[in-house]
C-alpha cells in the first residue's frame, strides 16, 4: 500500500546545479501537487495539475518545472537551483474527499 | 487571487486545556476546506468541511465552517502533549481544483 512515493528523501546541491523530483501514486488519483514548506511556515503550492498532460501555476512556480505524462508520475523540476529554494518539498495526490502527502524531499542549496 | 489565512501562528497551554484555531478563506468557487496535522513528516487529513455547515467530530477534535463569515474553526478539548502539532487547513476551489494552504497553527501542550 504505497499511496505517494517521493525520491530522494534528502539531497544537497550547488547554485546552479539541476535536479529533479520524483513523485508517483497507485491511487490513480487524477489531481497532483507540489508544495514547498519552508522552516516553520506552512504549505506553498508550486504546481499542480488535474489530469495527465494538464498542468497549472501555483502560488510559487518560478524556478520549477514540472510534467505529467500519465496519472501516476508527477516530476518537479529545479533547473538553476538557488539558495532560496532550499526548503522540504512535497508532492500530494488528491482522491475524495482528502489529499494524501508523500513523505517529503529535504533539499539544500549551497 | 486564493487566500487561507489561519491563526493565531503559534499557541502554547497546558495539557487538559481547550483550545480553538482558526481559518479564514478567500477562495474562488469554494468547495472545500480541510483540516490536517502535522507533526515530524507529512501532513495527515483530519476533516473536510463544506458549505452545508454540518459540523464534523472525531473524538477530542471537533470543526465547523461558517460559510457566510468564509470561517472555520477546530476545537481540541481535553487536549494531551500528543495533540502538539502545526495544524493546517487548505481551501479547494471548484473548478481548477486548487488547494491552496494557509501558514499553519504551530501548537504546543505542555504537561
Known amino acids: 500500500n504505497a499511496g505517494v512515493t517521493q525520491t530522494p528523501k534528502f539531497r544537497i546541491l550547488k547554485i546552479g546545479q539541476s535536479m529533479t523530483l520524483q513523485c508517483t501514486q497507485d491511487?490513480?488519483?487524477?489531481?497532483m501537487y507540489w508544495y514547498r514548506q519552508d522552516p516553520g511556515m506552512g504549505l506553498k503550492l508550486i504546481y499542480y495539475?488535474?489530469?495527465?498532460?494538464?498542468?497549472d501555476k501555483g502560488e510559487v512556480p518560478n524556478g520549477y518545472n514540472v510534467s505529467r505524462s500519465t496519472t501516476e508520475d508527477f516530476p518537479l523540476r529545479l533547473e538553476l537551483a538557488a539558495p532560496s529554494q532550499t526548503s522540504v518539498y512535497f508532492c500530494?495526490?488528491?482522491?475524495?474527499?482528502?489529499?494524501?502527502f508523500g513523505q517529503g524531499t529535504r533539499l539544500t542549496v549551497v | 487571487e486564493d487566500k487561507v489565512v489561519q491563526s493565531p501562528l503559534s499557541l502554547v497551554v497546558h495539557e487538559g486545556d481547550t483550545v480553538t484555531l482558526n481559518c479564514s478563506y478567500e477562495?474562488?468557487?469554494?468547495?472545500?476546506l480541510l483540516w490536517y496535522k502535522q507533526e515530524k513528516k507529512a501532513p495527515t487529513f483530519l476533516f473536510m468541511l463544506?458549505?452545508?455547515?454540518i459540523e464534523k467530530k472525531s473524538g477530542r477534535l471537533s470543526s465547523i465552517l461558517d460559510k457566510k463569515e468564509l470561517f472555520s474553526i477546530l476545537n481540541i478539548t481535553a487536549t494531551q502533549t500528543g495533540d502538539s502539532a502545526i495544524y493546517l487547513c487548505?481551501?479547494?476551489?471548484?473548478?481548477?481544483?486548487?488547494?491552496?494552504f494557509g501558514q499553519g497553527t504551530r501548537l504546543t501542550i505542555n504537561p
Open positions: 463544506t458549505s452545508s455547515g
Open positions: 495539475s488535474v489530469g495527465a498532460g494538464i498542468t
Open positions: 500530494a495526490s488528491r482522491g475524495q474527499p482528502e489529499a494524501f
Open positions: 477562495v474562488t468557487n469554494f468547495r472545500s
Open positions: 487548505a481551501g479547494l476551489n471548484q473548478g481548477a481544483q486548487k488547494l491552496v
Open positions: 491511487m490513480n488519483h487524477n489531481y
